[in-house]
């Protein structure tokens, strides 16, 4: 079984503090590049893989969907989505995307945000997820980048002239992390970008965009924190079909 680190109080706690927690999709600043690789969602039936509150869910609703499932191990996280919720046309459900199964051609849309770096191997799942979508079905998700998620110390490095440069090492050294935020502990995996897309492509999918996402200047400008993920992707952002 993964993991269940989002039911660990004081990360599940810490979490909630995230601008992405409290604001939603408008507080994650990379929702306008994802929304950009969505396809027609009127009519469509969609899965969110890690669903956490459910704010894709009813994204997705707003948006057109028929149905939409949300799937997260969490049983902390899915109490939360399901008091936002107030939508017959969303369900919840518990799932461990390490093992999970679904039913061949019953989707139009999978889609999972930052959620991918916590399995050990993608290919069970994206086997998976691409006999479950219709032919022409897409998947569209996210996952932290190899190059924030490579060091085996997760951090800044400051030279003498205070210029700060982000760790990359390891870089080719792929398989677990230990990451320390919200929580000790936190166990995630890193491969590198052209593992991802290969494994992808193995699985039979089209590649038809890769974003390894920073901020433009009127996000920064709006919001300075955000310079630093200008550095360094901190994310990448992939679209496939079927």
């Given at each position: 079984m993964s993991q269940n680190i989002y039911d660990n109080q004081a990360f599940f706690d810490g979490y909630a503090q995230l601008p992405r927690s409290q604001f939603g999709l408008e507080g994650a600043p990379?929702?306008?590049?994802?929304?950009?690789?969505l396809p027609d969602l009127t009519g469509k039936r969609v899965i969110d893989l890690g669903c956490g509150y459910g704010w894709f869910c009813r994204a997705a609703r707003a948006?057109?969907?028929a149905e939409v499932t949300g799937v997260d191990l969490s049983e902390k996280m899915l109490a939360r989505a399901r008091e936002l919720t107030h939508d017959s046309g969303i369900r919840y459900q518990t799932g461990d995307l390490g093992n999970l199964t679904l039913p061949s051609q019953a989707y139009d849309l999978v889609y999972s945000s930052l959620t991918l770096h916590y399995l050990p191997d993608l290919a069970p799942l994206l086997a998976t997820i691409f006999q479950?979508?219709?032919?022409?079905?897409?998947?569209?998700?996210?996952?932290?980048?190899?190059?924030y998620t490579c060091p085996?110390?997760?951090?800044?490095?400051?030279?003498?002239?205070?210029?700060?440069?982000?760790?990359?090492?390891?870089?080719?050294?792929?398989?677990?992390?230990?990451s320390n935020?919200?929580?000790?502990?936190?166990?995630?995996?890193?491969?590198?970008?052209?593992?991802?897309?290969?494994?992808?492509m193995a699985a039979g999918f089209t590649l038809r965009c890769v974003n390894e996402w920073g901020p433009d200047a009127e996000q920064i400008a709006s919001t300075p924190a955000l310079a630093e993920e200008a550095e360094r992707p901190?994310?990448?952002?992939?679209?496939?079909?079927?």
């Open positions: 990379e929702w306008a590049a994802i929304q950009a690789m948006a057109g969907a479950a979508l219709q032919p022409g079905g897409w998947l569209v998700f996210t996952t932290e980048h190899p190059i085996v110390r997760q951090g800044w490095l400051t030279d003498g002239e205070g210029q700060r440069s982000w760790a990359v090492n390891n870089y080719q050294h792929e398989g677990q992390r230990i935020w919200l929580a000790d502990g936190v166990i995630k995996y890193h491969r590198t970008l052209g593992t991802t897309l290969n494994a992808l901190m994310m990448v952002l992939i679209s496939a079909q079927r």
